[in-house]
């Protein structure tokens, strides 16, 4: 487990990154998983397939981020954790591509910040890490990611760098009726 600090102002998120499952506490689990809840529940992340409809709690999402954790080690993922005053303020899921084709390729999912903390640089400041990381530590090339369109999220991933590179029409179905774009971003290193 590694933590920076990503400025000098007080205001500034400390990231921690954990590489192996043994690294993440229970606590720290739980930490994510009322997290992951919470953006749910705003309508801003996927529910997992075995997971109840929203609204959500932690305890739903308990497994879920277990399945992240055990996931994690340094070659092949990484948990980005974004902290402020001491609480879980956002974090987001670097992974390597499995097939030996992709292998020099990363996938980050996950990307969420607390929602009562939205606007504040977390979510920037994390994409910043995830790059350092990806490239640095991880020796990866490129990194890819989807969204769902419909949300401006592809506005603030161009902000940091990302490219759009296509987009699957109405591959997302939300609810009868709301079907939505997958817009696929890729940023190389």
């Known amino acids: 487990m590694l933590s920076r600090v990503t400025a000098c102002e007080p205001t500034a998120p400390t990231l921690t990154q954990f590489a192996r499952p043994s690294e993440l506490p229970g606590a720290r689990r739980r930490e994510l998983a009322a997290c992951w809840a919470a953006v749910v529940n705003a309508g801003g992340a996927v ?5 109840p409809p929203p609204p959500l709690t932690g305890a739903d999402l308990a497994a879920a981020v277990d399945r992240v954790a055990e996931g994690l080690a340094p070659e092949q993922g990484r948990l980005l954790v974004a902290g402020l005053d001491g609480s ?3 974090w987001l899921l670097l992974r390597r591509e ?3 084709l992709e292998a020099h390729c990363g996938v980050v999912n996950h990307v969420q910040t607390h929602v009562h903390l939205r606007r504040r640089g977390i979510g920037a400041a994390l994409l910043r890490e ?3 990381v990806a490239g ?4 990866l090339e490129r990194l890819k990611l989807s969204v769902r369109a419909g949300l401006g999220l592809e506005d603030f991933y161009r902000r940091a760098g990302w490219a759009e590179v296509g987009r699957w029409p109405g591959a997302l179905r939300l609810a009868p009726g709301d079907d939505r774009d997958e817009v696929l971003m890729s940023l190389a290193l």
């Open 136 to 139: 640095e530590e991880m020796g």
């Open 47 to 51: 529910v997992p397939a075995d997971c």
């Open 98 to 100: 499995g097939h030996p």
């Open 130 to 132: 995830v790059r350092r």
């Open 88 to 90: 879980l303020a956002g």
